[in-house]
């Protein structure tokens, strides 16, 4: 007699979706390995507690420093310092936040911020799971390292702080062994997280994968310590698990318009029923029920209409958080290729985000500040930004100079 399933894991694989379960005792097996990209395409998951892993395309991770250490501050602190990159989550879809502790000191404390994108329809299974979490949290790491694996065919690597999550990003790359390019993105999200105060010093890299022939060079090149090529470990089931807990908004409307359906086919049949008993007896209560019936109908769907008309305000807020071309890492790229080589320009400090820029630095030469003011400017990958670039001061050190750019406000015609 086989042993009953107590729990089901819905984890994204490197090409699909997978499903482990757990038995009373042991840890989680695989049960089945699929090739479908959409949750709502898995068949016969199997009976239990089922929990979904959301893939790490699916959310955006926002680590940060806050200067206190009482935990009922920290999701007050966490959505202000969201709204100032310009994430504002849809409060209609449910609960799309969370917030956990990386690391604690007196009155200072490292948080990493989780903010979920709405599943849109098809993205979650048919059957409801009673419990939400993302994938990095649930492959565990050692000590302060950076791991590595592919989701639905694309590397995505996260940062650990002895052994806590830290910060975590999905990639464009499908390549068959990580290249210069992801090892350049790893090291632009170090270099981000120091800025923020997050000094991370990664002392070995695992890339997690079953693929034979994964040739790790290019990270060893580019960090400088051990990297190492393994099978991704068997999931383990976050503790304590997250508080996501989306709303399927979609499938609320279809249930909706299929009642509206049915209430009006209903009514249809009822008026087809009258109207044979006796057109003329019952001609004018036909009208009248039907019209009265429409107006209630009509009201009824008004506030579907306003809350849809809302969540779609809102979700346009979010284009900021899902292209990467607005992520701080990428501007700041950019600004970088800027500096004139060999010159001796270095930023003191960088407050970027996706519609503004603060630029500080120095230069030992006035030339080089001023081919950097002018590379700015010119920049096609910075056209979008206004700068405003006063003239450098002299300093004991050189030259120094603040820069500052804007993203202009479209105004609509009425």
Known sequence: MSKSTDQVLLVPGETGWEIWTHQSEGGFTLHAETEASAASELESIPGGELTMLFPVRSFTAVPMRVASDDDSLFPDLATLHAERLGLRPDPMAGQLTDVFVVAREEENTALLSLFLRAPADGELPKRGPK????????????????????????WVFATHHQGKLVYCQATAD????????????????????????????PSRIWVWSSAEGIDPAALVTAFRVPVEVKPKPFPVLPAPLSKLLPADVRAARRAARKKRNIVLGAAALVALYLGGIGWFAFGIWQKTNRAEKLTNQADALA??????????????????????????VD????????????????????????????????????????SFSLNLSKSNELANFVWQIPEPQQSKRGWEFVYSAEVPVVQTQP
């Open 131 to 154: 419990g939400f979490d993302v994938s990095p949290r649930a492959f565990p790491a050692q000590g302060d390292c950076v791991t590595l694996w592919k989701e639905f065919g694309r």
């Open 174 to 201: 499908d390549s068959r062994s990580p290249g210069d390019a992801l090892a350049r993105e790893i090291r632009f999200a170090i270099v981000q997280l120091s800025m923020q105060g997050l000094e991370l010093s």
């Open 303 to 328: 506030p579907d209409r306003s809350a849809y008309e809302e969540h779609q305000i809102r979700w346009d807020e979010l284009s900021h958080a899902i292209d990467i071309t607005h992520s701080p």
């Open 331 to 370: 501007i700041l790229f950019r600004i970088s290729k800027c500096i004139p080589p060999n010159s001796g320009l270095r930023l003191r400090n960088a407050d970027i985000s996706a519609t503004s820029i603060k630029l500080v630095g120095e230069a030992p030469q006035l030339q080089a500040v001023n």
